[in-house]
């Protein structure tokens, strides 16, 4: 017998995020979907969620000193990555 995992397939979101006047990385920020996926944020502002694959209704990145950003309605396919820069 082959048994397959139950859980929904994955998929990525990524990009990076920085200030939009400089260019430099927000390594500090917040970046969750509305299903509760956090992402990983490096140094050089570089992000990384590992996502259920399927529509996103909303991500939120937010920073101290900075206006929060929203995202809505995209899909994230199990093939690849959706790439989303934040500035």
Do not use: C, H
Request: no cysteine; hydrophobic share 30%.
């Amino acid at each position: 017998r082959v048994y397959r995992p139950t859980a929904s397939p994955y998929g990525e979101i990524n990009g990076y995020i920085t200030d939009s006047d400089n260019g430099l990385p927000i390594s500090e920020a917040q970046i969750i979907t509305d299903n509760k996926y956090s992402a990983t944020i490096f140094d050089n502002g570089f992000y990384q969620i590992i996502s259920s694959a399927g529509p996103v209704k909303k991500m939120t990145a937010n920073a101290s000193g900075y206006k929060g950003k929203n995202y809505k309605d995209f899909f994230v396919d199990e093939v690849g990555a959706t790439t989303i820069n934040i500035k």
